[in-house]
């Protein structure tokens, strides 16, 4: 018999589900399910609403939820309003104050108040800071003091300016206990006041005027993430950041080319775990930076996104431990079939078949969700690829994302079943071609059979097409019905992605819509999405009852 548990103990298990985890991920972000404020400085909540709901109730409930549920509510802020809340500025007066000041972002008339005249850039300073100037510390830090995540998209400048005074009175930063800063603006100086040293992370693009981040200011410092900017060219800026970091854990530059000097820094971090770079510069002057065995001794996640497979392999030699990689996804421009094949014996021979769990090689860059879409490079030479030149992936058992997309990959039915006996654990698996060379195929229906049956974790499915008319029967899957249960070691049933859709199978699919639905359903027990929608249609009306009624 169960022992009764204490009221203390009650509280405590209740709070353990419904709080989110400090565990961090290995990319810089945390897992959580933590709620936060909208930009209106209403609490939400990121999974759902009935989370909020809870927490909120646990809040106004008793003394001893108030504390943990109020850490919850504001451990993610992602607007200002919620700052100038806590600081004693009322929303009505801030939204006033905003809408009067002449700013291309912001209406410049409040249509409730036609009356009110607008405000200078200077006015707009002056009464920003008289309204949060004598803001008490104690009241404002007992709120401020729980944020863990600061996503900022955008401030009017006089607001910025005006909290930049108030944290030199009070001679510490806004937010003290902030360990995430989300920055869609470019990083400068002028909003590193909300940051303490507790900070861990930073998000945001860079420019001429981003500061350095120094260990001394910032001891806990050691990640970072770069975005791409698409309107001009910043890898110089980056590079110039780069050289100036502390030693890093994770470094997120995927949008941006890397400069040989710039490398040259990132291979002395000996605690780096996580890097991601754009394109690898050509080391042909530098033979020597390759050596074996001595680079990045701590590193587990690998992502580039564009190499040459060739200097790729020296690469992975050059890794002082190769088989701690846990991800390693690979983009290039050009290659040939034997380079492509001596790619991958290098990966089965340095890397660890029980340690990687995510793979990717692509020519058309790596990519961080197996449903993005981008253009192939006309400047890529075609090459077909035998389903041989995939065999020594076979032992990595504990894959779980695995994106193959080359132009050409003459792939079937049986080199689907041997990836499915291979990898149980596979969650993502894509594997795509150019679509001008899918027609030829000799891919059927029938291969998701043994992915229904030795993959239950299965959750995005991308395969570029199928041939309808190869096998016995309509849609060519005579003879095969399910002789398992679906698996139920999951609390909840995972949802199936499936993409297979090729423009000229459209008729084929419309003729044999029925079947094909019927097929699906019987070997998977959730399909979220399927890239027809009649088909995708037809599978929730017959699940779902009812789904589409507007009524």
């Given at each position: 018999?169960?022992?009764?548990?204490?009221?203390?103990?009650?509280?405590?298990?209740?709070?353990?589900?419904?709080?989110?985890?400090?565990?961090?991920?290995?990319?810089?972000?945390?897992?959580?399910?933590?709620?936060?404020?909208?930009?209106?400085?209403?609490?939400?909540?990121?999974?759902?609403?009935?989370?909020?709901?809870?927490?909120?109730?646990?809040?106004?409930?008793?003394?001893?939820?108030?504390?943990?549920?109020?850490?919850?509510?504001?451990?993610?802020?992602?607007?200002?309003?919620?700052?100038?809340?806590?600081?004693?500025?009322?929303?009505?007066d801030?939204?006033?104050?905003?809408?009067?000041?002449?700013?291309?972002?912001?209406?410049?008339?409040?249509?409730?108040?036609?009356?009110?005249?607008?405000?200078?850039?200077?006015?707009?300073?002056?009464?920003?800071?008289?309204?949060?100037?004598?803001?008490?510390?104690?009241?404002a830090?007992y709120?401020?003091?729980?944020?863990?995540?600061?996503?900022?998209?955008?401030?009017?400048?006089?607001?910025?300016w005006?909290?930049?005074?108030?944290?030199?009175?009070?001679?510490?930063?806004?937010?003290?206990?902030?360990?995430?800063?989300?920055?869609t603006?470019?990083?400068?100086?002028?909003?590193?006041?909300?940051?303490?040293?507790?900070?861990?992370?930073?998000?945001?693009?860079?420019?001429?005027?981003?500061?350095?981040?120094?260990?001394?200011?910032?001891?806990?410092?050691?990640?970072?993430?770069?975005?791409?900017?698409?309107?001009?060219?910043?890898?110089?800026?980056?590079?110039?950041?780069?050289?100036?970091?502390?030693?890093?854990?994770?470094?997120?530059?995927?949008?941006?080319?890397?400069?040989?000097?710039?490398?040259?820094?990132?291979?002395?971090?000996?605690?780096?775990?996580?890097?991601?770079?754009?394109?690898?510069?050509?080391?042909?002057?530098?033979?020597?930076?390759?050596?074996?065995?001595?680079?990045?001794?701590?590193l587990?996640?690998?992502l580039?996104?564009?190499?040459?497979?060739?200097?790729?392999?020296?690469?992975?030699?050059?890794?002082?431990?190769?088989?701690?990689?846990?991800?390693?996804?690979?983009?290039?421009?050009?290659?040939?079939?034997?380079?492509?094949?001596?790619f991958?014996?290098?990966?089965?021979?340095?890397?660890?078949?029980?340690?990687?769990?995510?793979?990717?090689?692509?020519?058309?860059?790596?990519?961080r969700?197996?449903?993005?879409e981008?253009?192939?490079?006309?400047?890529?030479?075609?090459?077909?690829?035998?389903?041989?030149?995939?065999?020594?992936?076979?032992?990595?058992?504990?894959?779980?994302?695995?994106?193959?997309?080359?132009?050409?990959?003459?792939?079937?039915?049986?080199?689907?079943?041997?990836?499915?006996?291979?990898?149980?654990?596979?969650?993502?698996?894509?594997?795509?071609?150019?679509?001008?060379?899918?027609?030829?195929?000799?891919?059927?229906?029938?291969?998701?059979y043994?992915?229904?049956?030795?993959?239950?974790?299965?959750?995005?499915?991308?395969?570029?097409?199928?041939?309808?008319?190869?096998?016995?029967?309509?849609?060519?899957?005579?003879?095969?019905?399910?002789?398992?249960?679906?698996?139920?070691?999951?609390?909840?049933?995972?949802?199936?992605?499936?993409?297979?859709?090729?423009?000229?199978?459209?008729?084929?699919?419309?003729?044999?819509?029925?079947?094909?639905?019927?097929?699906?359903?019987?070997?998977?027990?959730?399909?979220?999405?399927?890239?027809?929608?009649?088909l995708?249609?037809?599978?929730?009306?017959?699940?779902?009852?009812?789904?589409?009624?507007?009524?």
């Amino acid at each position: 018999m169960h022992r009764c548990l204490a009221v203390p103990e009650i509280f405590s298990e209740i709070l353990k589900d419904i709080l989110p985890s400090d565990e961090p991920r290995l990319n810089g972000t945390l897992t959580s399910d933590a709620c936060h404020l909208s930009l209106e400085g209403r609490p939400v909540v990121e999974s759902s609403e009935e989370l909020y709901q809870t927490l909120l109730a646990l809040a106004c409930t008793c003394k001893r939820f108030l504390e943990p549920s109020l850490d919850a509510l504001w451990r993610t802020v992602d607007s200002f309003w919620p700052i100038f809340v806590a600081l004693g500025i009322s929303e009505r007066d801030l939204e006033e104050m905003i809408t009067r000041h002449r700013n291309p972002y912001y209406p410049r008339r409040n249509p409730y108040h036609p009356h009110l005249s607008d405000l200078s850039e200077a006015q707009f300073k002056e009464l920003a800071l008289r309204l949060i100037i004598d803001a008490d510390y104690n009241k404002a830090q007992y709120y401020l003091s729980r944020i863990r995540i600061f996503k900022l998209h955008a401030i009017p400048s006089a607001l910025l300016w005006a909290v930049g005074e108030l944290s030199r009175k009070w001679g510490s930063p806004l937010l003290p206990n902030v360990r995430e800063l989300h920055l869609t603006p470019p990083l400068t100086k002028d909003y590193l006041i909300f940051c303490g040293r507790r900070l861990v992370h930073v998000s945001a693009p860079l420019s001429a005027d981003s500061p350095s981040l120094t260990t001394h200011s910032y001891p806990n410092f050691d990640s970072i993430y770069i975005p791409a900017d698409n309107t001009k060219d910043t890898n110089d800026v980056v590079s110039s950041f780069i050289k100036n970091l502390p030693p890093m854990r994770v470094i997120d530059a995927v949008g941006c080319n890397s400069m040989p000097g710039t490398l040259e820094v990132i291979a002395a971090m000996s605690s780096l775990r996580s890097l991601s770079i754009g394109k690898f510069p050509d080391l042909s002057s530098s033979p020597a930076f390759l050596s074996p065995g001595r680079l990045l001794p701590c590193l587990q996640e690998l992502l580039i996104g564009d190499i040459d497979l060739d200097l790729c392999t020296q690469l992975l030699y050059a890794l002082e431990d190769p088989s701690a990689l846990r991800q390693l996804h690979v983009g290039y421009l050009s290659t040939t079939g034997a380079t492509l094949q001596k790619f991958m014996t290098t990966v089965a021979t340095r890397c660890s078949p029980i340690c990687l769990t995510r793979f990717t090689v692509s020519s058309n860059g790596p990519r961080r969700s197996a449903d993005a879409e981008l253009p192939y490079s006309s400047k890529i030479q075609p090459i077909a690829v035998q389903p041989a030149a995939l065999q020594p992936l076979l032992p990595f058992v504990n894959l779980e994302y695995l994106n193959i997309n080359v132009f050409t990959f003459n792939y079937d039915d049986g080199f689907v079943e041997s990836i499915a006996l291979a990898c149980p654990n596979i969650v993502t698996l894509c594997l795509n071609e150019h679509p001008e060379y899918i027609k030829s195929r000799n891919l059927t229906l029938r291969c998701l059979y043994p992915l229904a049956k030795y993959c239950p974790r299965l959750e995005s499915l991308n395969m570029g097409g199928f041939t309808f008319a190869t096998g016995p029967g309509k849609i060519g899957v005579d003879g095969l019905s399910r002789t398992w249960t679906h698996d139920e070691r999951y609390d909840v049933v995972p949802g199936l992605s499936l993409h297979f859709l090729n423009s000229s199978q459209v008729g084929v699919i419309d003729r044999c819509l029925v079947d094909i639905a019927a097929y699906l359903m019987d070997i998977f027990p959730k399909i979220r999405y399927v890239d027809y929608h009649p088909l995708y249609f037809h599978i929730r009306d017959v699940r779902e009852p009812g789904w589409n009624d507007w009524k």
